[in-house]
């Protein structure tokens, strides 16, 4: 829990760390966190910050949707990605926004950029576990590609995923948002 204070932030992330159960934080939100962040990162504790499509706020963004298609909403989710990054942030998760945006806001800022759903422009990539093993149910967003598909296990498909990638192949166009 952090939305009340930067000091429940730091009481919830301190006892996080304090009991091994983190080596960093994810805080959702941009300019709103900035305090938050910065009140961490100065007590020495990493933060990932998370952008786009904040899970934990999904009801008050409309449901599951892209964020950032319109002008002002891509130089609105801009300004956070670079408001928490001079707050300290250690990286940025971009979720659910169009590839275009992903690119624009990794090459703006100095922090890595982690994409879900943000194109092959961030600085890596992450995908759920379950999306990526095809276990998801059969609504699944445009970003999820089923590794298990052809492949002999688990082991394989995180391997497919991995090396898809390291290769540039993942996210491909049919994965990213315009």
């Not at 408001?83 to 926004?97: D, F, W």
């Amino acid at each position: 829990t952090y939305q009340r204070s930067p000091q429940q932030a730091l009481d919830s992330a301190g006892r996080l760390m304090k009991e091994g159960a983190a080596h960093m934080v994810k805080l959702e939100g941009g300019e709103v966190m900035a305090e938050t962040v910065r009140c961490l990162v100065e007590r020495g504790i990493p933060v990932c910050g998370h952008l786009g499509l904040t899970p934990q706020s999904v009801h008050s963004l409309g449901g599951y949707r892209v964020q950032g298609k319109t002008d002002d909403a891509a130089e609105r989710i801009l300004n956070e990605a670079r408001c928490i990054a001079q707050a300290g942030a250690a990286v940025i998760v971009l979720e659910a926004m169009p590839a275009e945006l992903g690119t624009r806001i990794s090459q703006a800022i100095d922090v890595p950029t982690i994409g879900i759903g943000a194109g092959p422009g961030c600085d890596g990539q992450v995908l759920v576990l379950h999306d990526m093993l095809g276990l998801s149910g059969e609504v699944q967003p445009r970003f999820v590609k089923n590794f298990m598909q052809g492949a002999q296990d688990i082991g394989d498909a995180i391997a497919r995923y991995v090396s898809d990638v390291r290769g540039g192949r993942y996210p491909a166009p049919e994965h990213c948002y315009e």
